[in-house]
């Protein structure tokens, strides 16, 4: 049987997602705002940034105010109804029955957990990928988190820990069967390497091969090539875009056919300004005007932006200072 297109839908624990193109979890970046854009373009399903389950248990402001907010537009997209996931991670099962029980009444459709972030100072705490070493608990944090919440649970884990091992491929079916997690988002690099090095689609086809539920690919799928090829070489049941897509939504629309060639000139700008306009609606003008600077290099290379421009926006103190900037960028030809 030939895969399935992209473009056709399937389910994720009874959950309905139209396509087959996902938005990943960008850790600090996967805001309500971020996963709309996604959408936008034609993702399937958006997941959000990272949030600790520990702040969700003890009613952080911050968390619970910008973090878990969910946008009534990101369900529903030029007719498309997709679901929205929150991310959660921590190594607590207790914490996380009770912040699962929160992201569910916020009206989240699923939970991920994050189990292969390799950031230090997620991992000491014992989360992220540091859960790949001690799978006991791992599934006791997963299981908490379906019950919890009574939502479908997904986790995000890696190939294994450091460079050649693969206890992630392990825990991934522990999860399954043990846990009940209804879908793995599987980045087929150990956490040792982060993001670099060559991702192992043969270890993530033989994890598509034995679980039952669906296997979702993240990892090294930085342009339309580099998705399809790997679509078709794991058999995975969807794709995860991370990196490639970040200044890039356009990625959503080629991968699923929807265009072909890349931006131009004016729709990045235009791009750019709906993001600046979402910012401000998020945070406020003035926090927004901080908060961007991690945005502008991304759209910045794309408009052939040099080196003086770049810091110069990254030098703004308001996000009126960084449109009266982005009129006196010159037309240049957009990346594909």
Not at 58 to 76: C, S, V
Not at 289 to 298: D, I, M, Q, T
Request: charged content about 25%; glycine content about 10%; hydrophobic content about 45%.
């Amino acid at each position: 049987m030939s895969q399935p297109a992209l473009t056709e839908p399937f389910q994720i624990g009874g959950i309905p997602v139209a396509n087959r193109v996902m938005l990943a979890p960008l850790a600090g970046i996967g805001n309500w705002f971020v996963r709309l854009q996604a959408r936008r373009f034609g993702a399937g399903m958006a997941v959000s940034e990272m949030v600790s389950s520990h702040a969700i248990h003890y009613r952080n402001d911050k968390t619970m105010d910008e973090l878990l907010r969910i946008d009534p537009h990101e369900r529903t997209v030029a007719g498309v109804e997709g679901p929205v996931a929150i991310q959660l991670f921590g190594p607590d099962p207790e914490v996380m029955r009770s912040a699962a029980a929160t992201v569910a009444e916020r009206g989240a459709d699923l939970i991920d957990l994050n189990m292969g972030c390799p950031v230090p100072k997620v991992c000491k705490t014992g989360a992220g990928a540091a859960l790949i070493r001690d799978p006991d608990t791992a599934v006791k944090v997963a299981l908490a988190a379906r019950e919890g919440s009574g939502l479908p649970v997904t986790v995000k884990l890696r190939s294994g820990a450091r460079t050649g091992e693969t206890d992630g491929y392990g825990l991934a079916v522990r999860l399954v069967e043990e846990a009940g997690v209804s879908a793995i988002a599987f980045h087929p690099r150990s956490a040792q390497v982060h993001h670099k090095g060559a991702p192992d689609y043969e270890l993530a086809a033989r994890l598509v091969e034995e679980l039952p539920v669906p296997v979702i690919l993240s990892g090294g799928l930085q342009d339309d090539d580099s998705v399809l090829a790997a679509y078709e070489q794991t058999g995975a049941a969807a794709v995860m875009l991370a990196r490639g897509a970040l200044g890039n939504p356009w990625l959503f629309s080629r991968v699923l056919g929807l265009r072909e060639d890349g931006p131009t000139h004016d729709e990045v700008l235009d791009e750019l300004d709906w993001v600046l306009d979402r910012a401000v609606e998020h945070l406020g003008p003035e926090r927004a005007g901080r908060y961007l600077r991690k945005f502008y290099p991304w759209y910045l290379e794309r408009l052939g932006a040099g080196r003086a421009q770049q810091e110069a926006f990254q030098a703004t103190a308001s996000v009126e200072q960084a449109r009266a900037l982005m009129r006196t960028l010159e037309p240049a030809r957009a990346v594909a």
